[in-house]
């Protein structure tokens, strides 16, 4: 059985916040992942290694949402995106979008903050490979589906990835096969709320010109569009 830490904040890691129905900082719902978790924390003690907490205003307009912390970004920091090689385009963007007062994210104690906009994960916690099973995100899925239920004014949410895409669509209990996911792709979820596909900015995709700076800023810019920031 895997020991449940409890949480404690540390330097340059947020605090981990109090156990909700849209976050618990102790969860243990997934085997695989909570043993990878006890093991990353064995390996890297000064590590976060625990479920990462959405970060941004906690009313935004805007929903971001990614596939899952990177073992040595968002596990490491405690923050979505922060010390990750794909933070680097996303924060680059949001900054130029007026979204972010900074361009840069290294640490989860910089002065960073988010306008208009919140960070979430279709998986709270790092999966073996950054590849998480169906049948973790379908669990993981319970804190973004109570998540979304409590941002009432976002009016755009931006999934970063397929599986981001798919994690959205089973949060509002949609069929996938009715809003398939392609980059720049629009949906109508509901007559306030629209989701718009991307794809994930992650060193693969970025270094291999899947998705450029200019592909992006463009989506993020309608999503801006979209929900009128």
Not at 54 to 75: E, K
Not at 84 to 104: C, H, M, N, P
């Amino acid at each position: 059985m895997t020991e449940r830490r409890e949480a404690k904040p540390s330097r340059g890691r947020p605090p981990a916040g109090k156990r909700s129905d849209a976050y618990d900082p102790n969860c243990a719902r997934c085997p695989r992942l909570a043993e990878f978790l006890a093991e990353a924390h064995q390996r890297y003690p000064d590590y976060w290694a625990r479920p990462v907490p959405s970060f941004g205003v906690s009313d935004p307009r805007i929903l971001i949402v990614g596939l899952a912390p990177g073992m040595h970004g968002a596990n490491r920091t405690g923050r979505p995106f922060t010390g990750d090689y794909a933070g680097i385009l996303l924060y680059e963007t949001l900054y130029e979008l007026g979204l972010a007062t900074r361009s840069e994210s290294t640490s989860a104690d910089d002065d960073l903050k988010l306008r208009n906009a919140r960070i979430a994960n279709a998986v709270k916690c790092v999966p073996p490979e950054n590849k998480p099973l169906p049948d973790e995100i379908r669990r993981c899925n319970a804190y973004l589906q109570v998540e979304l239920q409590q941002l009432t004014r976002v009016r755009v949410i931006l999934a970063l990835g397929r599986v981001a895409h798919d994690a959205v669509l089973l949060a509002h209990e949609l069929k996938r096969s009715r809003f398939p996911f392609g980059h720049g792709s629009e949906h109508r979820l509901s007559e306030t709320r629209h989701l718009i596909d991307s794809y994930h900015c992650s060193r693969y995709n970025t270094s291999t010109r899947v998705l450029t700076p200019p592909m992006f800023k463009k989506v993020v810019a309608r999503a801006c569009e979209l929900a009128g920031v």
